[in-house]
């Protein structure tokens, strides 16, 4: 597992910090954005074709990591000799940093929708606002989403996907946390919560 598979996230944290990152002689002040938007898990690699140059380093533990997109101020790191497995070594630039990636522990799978079947997302706990994300957050009885509601500002189960919900109640659900279903000349509709 010397390697990193990245995948795009769909994370619920929310929040932004400022931090100092030091690296190669270089500080710079950074400010970071959640939600995530990458997540890198320790995997393996082989049957790389056509035999790449390599001369990388030894092999060792990847680790998994979450990605987050960060704005820094100048200076920049100066150029780098690197090398990998893939590349072999090579004269590597540096860029503005976008993204800063932190250590996670990775627990066990989620699930997720099974062909012909509904979601059983377990997230722990009954459908309740989370203060600190600031999103609805918990677990849902029969296949329901806990979800955002316009008319009462509270999290309810829903069953209903928001496009699909009775007009102009919109009592359905919206696929973001970030959202709520509410009823628009068009129909129902999801809308960023202010």
Do not use: W
């Amino acid at each position: 597992m010397d390697h990193l598979a990245c995948y795009k996230a769909r994370d619920t944290a929310r929040g932004r910090f400022t931090m100092v990152v030091t690296n190669a002689g270089v500080t710079q002040n950074c400010t970071a954005k959640l939600p995530a938007k990458m997540a890198c898990i320790e995997s393996s690699a082989s049957g790389i074709s056509p035999a790449p140059p390599g001369g990388g380093p030894s092999p060792r533990a990847a680790g998994n990591v979450l990605c987050y997109m960060v704005k820094c101020a100048r200076p920049l790191p100066p150029a780098f000799q690197m090398a990998d497995d893939l590349g072999g070594s090579r004269s590597v630039g540096l860029r503005k940093a976008q993204i800063v990636c932190t250590e996670a522990t990775r627990g066990g799978v989620v699930p997720g929708p099974t062909p012909g079947g509904t979601t059983t997302t377990t997230l722990g706990g009954p459908c309740h606002f989370d203060d600190s994300s600031r999103t609805c957050e918990g677990s849902c009885g029969g296949g329901g989403h806990c979800a955002a509601t316009a008319a009462s500002g509270s999290c309810e189960c829903r069953t209903t996907s928001c496009g699909d919900a009775d007009q102009p109640a919109c009592n359905g659900f919206c696929s973001d946390p970030n959202e709520a279903c509410i009823f628009t000349l068009t129909g129902c509709s999801c809308t960023t919560i202010p």
